[in-house]
């Protein structure tokens, strides 16, 4: 069976693939109203939302006010409650999920959503009384074929140690597999939804082989570069975990971080192979640690090796890449397609605007 390409899958893999093929999955329940990308000015709306912050205001004439930040998978919304200001303060938390009852209005040229004169316009709800796809995004990627090129990447591999290796976490650990197939690749940078992971690691490897394929005159060990690419991200299945009501990061993935937890689990997984060789288990953890590439960007090591200065370089283009696809997408979602040219907001990861062309660039529009 070794690099036949020929796979049978689990049975958790197999249903967690059918899950991500099924349309239904992406689509959220109508009961828990629109998405706050789909809201519209003059729009009356009952919407499950999430408080992501609060505070309590006075105007100049002595009028309380309670200021909100309610969000979901799409983007958020400023939430004001006139009425029940007092009330609604001690019921919400940082947190809360909730469906809100109110009317969508344009306020300092942003749209607001003000809550209804009713102590039942904010009804709080609990897990299992909202639908999670409000607030966990999914890849838009065909999963089963990720991991199904995955595993051709696998076979593709000549050293033993490190094909060994490989199949044992992504293959032989069908829980690991399945997590890694479901997990994000952050909460929001990039990447920050279901099947983030999988997506994002894949591109790394193709990438890197293609820098690598680049230099035919240097001996660049593509093994290494494959599994590196693969594994450099995997700490992310313990770092982060799917809530209900959204991406979170776990304890072990605050206090630890996703560069030592894989590192771990690195080794956990090499003592499995007899005999694995601790010069190239080495070279491996080098990678993982040295990805971000640089110190300030929460790397312990620089990348000292041909194959980990690769990585770090697909790694950061990949990144970027899809953190501007998706503030390109989110502009474009708040103005409009139609404009040749947007400027963004300010993106605090990027740390700067950025410019994205309209979908109908002005021209040939229909
Ligand atoms: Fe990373
Ligand atoms: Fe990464």
Known sequence: ????????????????????SDEAEKTVSQKDGKLVSEMDVDDYSRSVLKVTSKRMQTTRDGKHFLLLTLADRSGMIRGIDWHNAELNDKR??????????????????????????????????????????????????????????????LDRINDDDIRELLKEIFVKDERFAVAFLEAPAAVTVHHGYKGGLIEHSMDVAKLAEQMTANYPGMDINMDIVIAGSLLHDIGKVREYSIKPSGIERTSQGELIGHIVIGVNMLHEYAMKVKGFDSELLTELEHIILSHHGEVEWG????????EA??????????SKVAQFREWSEKTLEENGTNDKYHWSNYNKYLSRRIRVRGINNGEGVE
């Open 1 to 20: 069976m070794e690099g036949s390409g020929f796979l049978k899958l689990g049975d958790l893999l197999r249903e967690k693939m059918d899950e991500f």
């Open 92 to 153: 919400l938390k940082i947190g809360t999920v909730a469906r809100f009852d109110g009317k969508i209005s344009l306020f300092d040229s942003k749209k607001q959503f003000n809550i209804r004169n009713s102590k039942n316009a904010v009804q709080i709800l609990s897990t299992g009384e909202f639908d999670p796809k409000k607030f966990v995004e999914i890849t838009s990627r065909d999963v089963r074929e990720l991991y199904d090129n995955l595993i051709k990447l």
């Open 299 to 306: 790397a312990p090591v620089l990348p000292k090796t041909i």
């Open 309 to 318: 200065m690769i990585i770090h370089g697909a790694d950061n283009i990949d």
